[in-house]
């Protein structure tokens, strides 16, 4: 069965520093999702991307953090300067209708535990 | 703001018992509610979703009900095994321009007694 993957699944780094957290959606989606979730909280959405630019973001997505889809299978996000409290789990989501269109729903990659130190 | 949240963070359930987990939303004009189901160390697994022109929905020993008078939505569970031991989510789907996203509500876990 297709899977989103992500890689690595765990990432430590200094505070300040850039990390880039990788995803490889299912091969026919067409519109992808990052998420992250603080230890013990929900789930929240940080970015929608599709046609090669960002749908919508929310007020977490600042300037510190950019997507891109490099190539036809990845799609990556980068936290430029690290806070502490960019210290998550970042889930990548994939899907491959548009909701009002199928039943289709988004599929979720095991996520990346970022760790700022 | 907050629109989607669950009543009780932690229910326990004998094994082979019915477990039920509710959910309330605020945003009436939300017409899409998925349940995820979240291992620890994973990531949110789709189980069922729901549309709300719907009451009911079926799965393999799982059922959505939405109550779009009081917006309630709740998940149940029949003849729980230990694999049912997970956080569960409710989650409403926001349809706008080409965007998705899903709002997630804050989760319950569910623990299977032996």
């Known amino acids: 069965e297709p899977e989103v993957t992500q890689t690595p699944s765990h990432q430590v780094t200094q505070m300040g520093q850039e990390v880039i957290l990788r995803c490889v959606p299912i091969?026919?989606?067409?519109?992808f999702y990052w998420y992250r979730q603080i230890l013990g909280q929900k789930v929240e959405f940080l970015v929608s991307?599709?046609?090669?630019?960002?749908?919508?973001k929310s007020e977490i997505f600042d300037d510190q953090f950019s997507v891109e889809r490099p190539d036809g299978s990845n799609f990556t996000l980068k936290i430029r300067s690290t806070k502490l409290e960019d210290s998550a789990m970042y889930f990548c989501?994939?899907?491959?209708?548009?909701?009002?269109?199928?039943?289709?729903?988004?599929?979720f990659g095991p996520g990346t535990r970022l760790l700022v130190l | 703001g907050e629109s989607v949240g669950l009543h009780l963070p932690t229910l326990s359930v004998q094994e082979g018992d019915n477990s039920i987990i509710n959910c309330a939303y605020s945003?009436?004009?939300?017409?899409?509610f998925i349940w995820y189901k979240q291992e620890s160390g994973k990531g949110p697994q789709f189980i069922i979703d729901?549309?709300?022109?719907?009451d009911k929905r079926q799965g393999q020993r799982v059922t959505v009900l939405l109550n779009k008078t009081v917006k309630h939505l709740s998940l149940q569970i029949a003849a729980t095994q230990p694999g049912d031991s997970a956080v569960y989510f409710c989650?409403?789907?926001?349809?706008?321009?080409?965007?998705?996203?899903?709002?997630f509500g804050k989760g319950t876990r569910l623990h299977i007694l032996p």
């Open positions: 991307f599709y046609n090669n630019e960002i749908s919508e």
């Open positions: 945003n009436s004009a939300s017409d899409y």
């Open positions: 989650a409403e789907n926001t349809l706008r321009n080409r965007d998705d996203k899903i709002i």
């Open positions: 989501a994939s899907e491959s209708y548009h909701p009002r269109e199928s039943q289709e729903t988004q599929y």
């Open positions: 729901i549309r709300s022109n719907m």
């Open positions: 091969s026919n989606h067409l519109y």
